[in-house]
């Protein structure tokens, strides 16, 4: 995990303007820092953060090999396939750092070829001082992030998170849209003699559930075709597998949910065949009761990782809450309720241990039909779509929470569910036999390790909690405390006038208004283009705010007896 940072054409005081906003990505790597000119781009810098995963030695960036020193190299990410991809074609690497392979495949393969040969998650950045080109893409599900400035008059900015670039928006006079770099895409850039830049190409060369264009981790051909059930452990094994490439310790986020247990539980496993000299660390977090708390405990006992239990109070919400929308750079309401104990949880593990990359459940939900308004889909294909829908913006929600609660404390984050061969395995499967069954969501993926003994059968069975539910006591939800903090804030009078003040994604409640208001005072006048809309449930009536706990059939607190969900 790291930051990456570059700025092309700004006349304005450049150098005041790096010195402005580098430094505000240090919290995605702290251990090293490095910017870079040089002059055959006239006001072109690069700049990065570091955090050391994989080859302490020779990682830094940005990346330059002897054989091509026209090429400069940004790149957050990590690339499973590296060593396939050079025995393929047989490139010479320099470095164990498996980002190398970038440059070798632009060299060799063309602009082209590059993001789209990717078995991994990434955001680069890569400069062509020869033939004055500059190539900037994303993985698939915008696992790592990144943000584009750019202006009319070819001002060009990227940067991991937008805080490092909203101070020089107010640099550029003319014309010009911050925004998320788009997940699937790559853009292709000529750099002008003025160090301003024109936009050559853009190509969406990948989408959610598209067959991969890589050589895939494991053989297609190795797959039963009758065997659903197997095939699904094979390829999820295999994506945990795959992401264990570290030189850092490695341990698991734990809510004693459905996801999260089954990567702890395949984690446990893969690290013991693999012989690494330390025990997996697991992380859970609630209040004094917390069935997340209880849940969380019976899995680390079961697997035998070494569990840490994190317990929050109201006083700590309160504390964090501002500090968290800076973090996060949205104001949607239920993405930021979730990252509440991610955000402590993670402030926990940096102070506390020695552990730098957690692997966690994300995107089991979008993938596999985990909300629990699936149920009230219409039919397989609305749920297909929905879940399509979900997986492609799963980078301004989910994906967004468990990245910058994560890296807000340097750590890395890997999130196996979201591995380009599974997904597309999984979203190719019958429509029907994805969705929900006898009012079980994930049914399909539970039943592919029923039987296992990899998890206790209550717990993988367990019903879905809404998150405030999950992690607060039984005598108060996080939904009831974050009320109280924001009522003392925000007035009736406030809320009534929130439509004139902000007509896009218009608060309705004390909360949102709340939430809004720390954004416009750190990210004025982006939230259409951070947050294009507000993430709710869809296909339930009268429901107006996101949370689980409001639609009807959600089982919260009912015993789950197996495989059966009763309602209250």
């Given at each position: 995990?790291c930051?990456i ?5 700004l006349?304005d ?5 790096m ?9 995605r790597?702290p251990?090293?820092f490095r ?11 690069l700049g ?10 020779h ?8 054989k ?9 990410g990590?690339i ?10 047989g490139?010479q ?10 440059i070798h ?7 082209q070829?590059?993001?789209k040969?990717?078995?991994g998650?990434f955001?680069?950045l890569l ?6 080109k500059?190539?900037?893409?994303r993985?698939?599900y915008g ?6 400035l750019k ?10 998170e937008?805080?490092?670039l909203?101070?020089i928006t ?6 010009w849209?911050?925004?998320?770099f788009?997940?699937?895409?790559y853009e292709?850039?000529?750099i ?6 024109k ?18 981790y494991?053989?297609w ?16 094994s ?17 809510s004693?949910g ?15 065949e693999?012989?690494l000299?330390?025990?997996i ?11 997340d ?16 239990e994190?317990t929050f109070s109201?006083e700590d919400?309160?504390?964090i ?7 996060l750079e ?7 309720r979730?990252s509440?104990g ?9 102070h506390?241990?020695?552990?730098t990359?957690i ?5 089991a ?6 909300y ?24 301004l ?5 468990a990245?910058r ?6 750590l890395e984050?890997?999130?196996?569910f979201?591995?380009l061969?599974?997904t597309?395995?999984y979203l190719?499967?019958?429509a029907a036999?994805?969705?929900p069954?006898?009012g ?6 539970r039943?592919?390790?029923?039987g296992?003994n990899?998890?206790?059968s ?6 879905k ?6 992690v607060t ?6 939904f009831?405390?974050i009320?109280?903090?924001?009522d003392?804030?925000?007035?009736n009078?406030?809320l009534?006038?929130?439509?004139l003040k902000?007509p896009?994604?218009?608060p309705?409640t ?10 416009e005072k ?6 259409e283009?951070?947050?294009p809309?507000f993430?709710?449930?869809?296909w ?7 949370s ?17 969900i009763?309602k209250?």
């Amino acid at each position: 995990m790291c930051g990456i940072w570059a700025l092309f054409g700004l006349d304005d005081q450049p150098f005041i303007c790096m010195c402005k906003n580098f430094e505000k990505l240090v919290h995605r790597g702290p251990e090293a820092f490095r910017i870079e000119f040089d002059k055959a781009v006239k006001n072109g810098f690069l700049g990065f953060h570091r955090l050391a995963i994989v080859d302490n030695l020779h990682g830094m960036q940005p990346m330059r090999l002897y054989k091509y020193p026209h090429l400069f190299l940004l790149c957050n990410g990590e690339i499973y396939n590296h060593k396939e991809i050079g025995q393929k074609y047989g490139f010479q690497y320099n470095t164990e750092c498996d980002v190398e392979v970038l440059i070798h495949l632009y060299a060799n393969n063309g602009a082209q070829n590059v993001a789209k040969m990717l078995d991994g998650v990434f955001a680069f950045l890569l400069m062509d001082i020869k033939n004055k080109k500059i190539l900037i893409g994303r993985d698939p599900y915008g696992v790592r992030p990144l943000f584009r400035l750019k202006s009319d008059d070819g001002q060009l900015a990227v940067c991991s998170e937008s805080k490092g670039l909203i101070e020089i928006t107010k640099q550029i006079s003319s014309k010009w849209i911050l925004e998320p770099f788009q997940p699937g895409y790559y853009e292709e850039y000529e750099i002008l003699d003025n160090g301003r830049t024109k936009l050559l190409t853009k190509v969406n060369y990948s989408k959610p559930g598209d067959k991969p264009n890589f050589q895939v981790y494991t053989p297609w051909n190795a797959l039963n075709n009758t065997d659903v059930h197997g095939n699904i452990r094979t390829l999820l094994s295999a994506a945990v597998n795959k992401r264990l490439m570290s030189d850092r310790k490695i341990g698991c986020l734990l809510s004693g949910g459905l996801d999260s247990s089954l990567i702890a539980a395949l984690l446990v496993k893969y690290a013991k065949e693999k012989k690494l000299p330390y025990k997996i660390q697991s992380f859970a977090i609630g209040m004094s009761d917390s069935p997340d708390s209880i849940a969380a405990r019976q899995v680390a006992d079961f697997i035998g990782t070494e569990h840490h239990e994190i317990t929050f109070s109201e006083e700590d919400v309160t504390e964090i809450l501002d500090k968290l929308i800076y973090q996060l750079e949205t104001f949607d309401i239920t993405t930021i309720r979730a990252s509440i104990g991610m955000y402590l949880i993670s402030r926990y593990i940096k102070h506390n241990t020695e552990t730098t990359v957690i692997f966690s459940g994300e995107g089991a939900d979008e993938l596999a039909q985990g909300y629990i308004y699936f149920r009230d889909a219409p039919n397989a294909i609305e749920a297909h779509d929905e879940s399509i829908r979900l997986l492609k913006d799963i980078y301004l929600y989910d994906g967004l929470r468990a990245d910058r609660t994560t890296s807000a404390f340097s750590l890395e984050l890997r999130v196996p569910f979201l591995d380009l061969q599974f997904t597309n395995y999984y979203l190719s499967l019958d429509a029907a036999s994805r969705q929900p069954q006898g009012g079980i969501e994930k049914h399909l993926l539970r039943s592919a390790f029923d039987g296992t003994n990899l998890l206790p059968s209550n717990i993988l069975w367990r019903h879905k909690e809404a998150f405030s539910d999950g992690v607060t006591s039984a005598k108060k939800s996080l939904f009831q405390i974050i009320h109280e903090i924001v009522d003392n804030h925000i007035s009736n009078k406030d809320l009534d006038n929130a439509h004139l003040k902000y007509p896009h994604c218009t608060p309705k409640t004390k909360e949102a208004l709340y939430y809004r208001t720390v954004f416009e005072k750190y990210y004025g006048g982006q939230a259409e283009s951070f947050t294009p809309y507000f993430w709710m449930p869809r296909w339930v009536k009268g429901v107006c705010d996101p949370s689980a706990r409001f639609i009807s059939h959600y089982a919260a607190g009912v015993e789950n007896d197996n495989k059966e969900i009763k309602k209250k």
